[in-house]
């Protein structure tokens, strides 16, 4: 089975979110199953880098209204092969993969994914300039969103497609007159096209055409085809449901591994969990928190934004510190969150440590040295930080919804008695709630035997990528009709 694995980032080489951490891992777990898979990535200034200075030409080419690129080969930092778009004038720039330093996106993007999608669908065709031909063409999120639409425009054969959606709320939405710009015919703008409320929707192209789809979590598949998180598009999925997979993603397990984490300062495991105390320590004392005993520290390390539910933490906050309980918060994002969560720190010293930015180290500490770790989002298609945590004997305080209410076992008294509950979940996105969910894990902390189940059962759960890429792999047989 021959796969090409069409993204707009990849980790470690260019990352902005959960999809560079999807690109980067899932690939290689395929390959392991056998899978041939093969990463298309635009040559952003650090993905040139990585293939040196003189990179393997595999093809020059002219594509129809978005001018000549070139197709370089290289391999990524774990060995999967990679083909690189090169274009300097769209991808070539200082700043992010889609925005500019000062946090404006590009005013081209539309053409930028555009290159991206026609590229992807040309390597899917039997006329592909190379002759390496996949068997699958795997989109992801809106940027490959057109890739599954050109190759339907273009009539002849080519290999079937499977588009991940990774973030709904994220539908690449450009105004009318950019579809000219994309290479598109004026007929898909239409609305079971690209249309969207007189707009063009990239993502939207993809799942009027892919021939499967996939989310990263089961919830997530589910709570898609209704408002509101379906963001517009409810219709269209609940429609498509027959083709809806939700697949939950993995970690990077020799990452995320508190018996080897080389960023922590005390490594322990699932029978020496003694050793997180240290870890707490140490935490205390970066974070300027008080050396109370008995009380535990609730960790975040997150996203400032309105999905993430940190507005719902400010409102209860407070009324969390009588539990009693400590807080730890990593993280940056809209300046409005920022300031309020620095203006609470600077209120109560000792007792809620706040650190503006993004730091790996830290975060890998958060980890391992908080009690417990908070996650309030309102919506969360994974999540990743709930997996670390839980890997880490950290249980997690969350809102139950896409993906945490997928990898997260609420510690009823039942299931903490049956070895089964991993965390502590509250189903509306209310400050009552979280802070309901946030007395029922300081309760919890109380009872060492309790706790020291709930850590233990989630220290056992499987977040392998493994198991996500034999699902990939099941689809991608399915779809091609392979035994």
């Known amino acids: ?10 980790a470690p080489l260019v990352k902005t979110g959960g999809l560079a951490d999807v690109s980067g891992a899932l690939p290689a777990a395929l390959r392991r199953e056998g899978v041939d898979v093969r990463i298309l990535l635009p040559g952003y200034p650090a993905v040139l880098r990585h293939l040196g200075g003189q990179p393997i030409v595999l093809a020059e080419f002219d594509v129809p209204m978005l001018g000549r690129a070139a197709l370089l080969e290289g391999a990524m930092p774990d060995g999967v092969p990679l083909y690189v778009i090169a274009r300097d004038d769209l991808y070539a720039r200082d700043g992010g993969p889609y925005q500019r330093a000062d946090g404006a996106d590009w005013p081209d993007n539309d053409r930028r994914f555009g290159l991206l999608s026609r590229v992807a669908a040309m390597l899917s065709q039997e006329s592909s300039p190379i002759a390496w031909r996949p068997d699958v063409l795997h989109c992801n999120d809106w940027q490959t969103g057109l890739a599954p639409l050109f190759l339907q425009l273009d009539g002849t054969r080519h290999a079937p497609t499977l588009f991940t959606i990774h973030n709904l709320a994220y539908q690449g939405i450009f105004p009318a007159d950019s579809l000219p710009r994309t290479g ?3 007929d898909v703008f239409r609305m079971e096209g690209v249309e969207f409320f007189g707009n063009i929707s990239f993502l939207k192209g993809g799942l009027q055409t892919a021939d499967r789809i996939t989310t990263v979590s ?8 209704h408002e509101p998180l379906g963001f ?15 697949i939950l993603n993995g970690i990077d397990l020799a990452t995320w ?8 300062p005390r490594r322990y495991g699932v029978d020496s969990l003694l050793r997180k105390d240290a870890n707490r320590s140490a935490l205390r004392e970066v974070m300027g928190l008080q050396a109370v005993k008995g009380v535990p520290v609730a960790g975040l390390v997150t996203r400032f934004a309105h999905q993430k539910g940190l507005d719902l933490l400010l409102a209860c906050v407070e ?35 706040v650190r503006i930015g993004f730091d790996e180290a830290l975060s890998h500490l958060v980890e391992a040295g908080a009690d417990l770790f908070v996650m309030p989002s309102r919506f969360e298609p994974c999540g990743l930080n709930q997996m670390y945590s839980q890997r880490y004997g950290t249980p997690v305080v969350a809102h139950a919804t896409g993906g945490l209410s997928d990898s997260i076992v609420d510690a009823t008294p039942e299931a903490v008695a049956a070895g089964e509950g991993t965390g502590f979940l509250f189903h509306e996105p209310t400050p009552p709630a979280l802070l309901a969910a946030l007395g029922r894990a300081a309760a919890a902390f109380g009872d060492r035997r309790a706790w020291r189940r709930i850590q233990r059962s989630g220290m056992a759960r499987d977040f392998s990528w493994d198991a996500a890429a034999r699902r990939y792999a099941s689809l991608y047989r399915a779809v091609t009709g392979t035994p």
């Not at 089975?1 to 990849?10: C, D, G, K, P």
């Not at 089961?218 to 085809?225: C, G, T, V």
């Not at 539990?323 to 300031?339: N, R």
Request: no cysteine.
């Open 232 to 246: 517009g598009l409810q219709g269209l999925l609940s429609w498509r449901a027959k083709d809806l997979t939700g």
């Open 319 to 353: 009324q969390a510190l009588t539990l009693p309980m400590q807080f730890a918060i990593l993280g940056s994002g809209e300046p409005t969150l920022e300031h309020a969560f620095r203006d609470l720190a600077a209120r109560h010293p000792g007792r809620i440590g």
């Open 218 to 225: 089961p919830n997530y598949a589910r709570e898609i085809q």
């Open 1 to 10: 089975m021959q796969v090409l694995f069409a993204t707009s980032e990849a």
């Open 184 to 186: 598109l015919p004026w």
């Open 257 to 264: 591994d508190p018996g080897t984490d080389p960023l922590i």
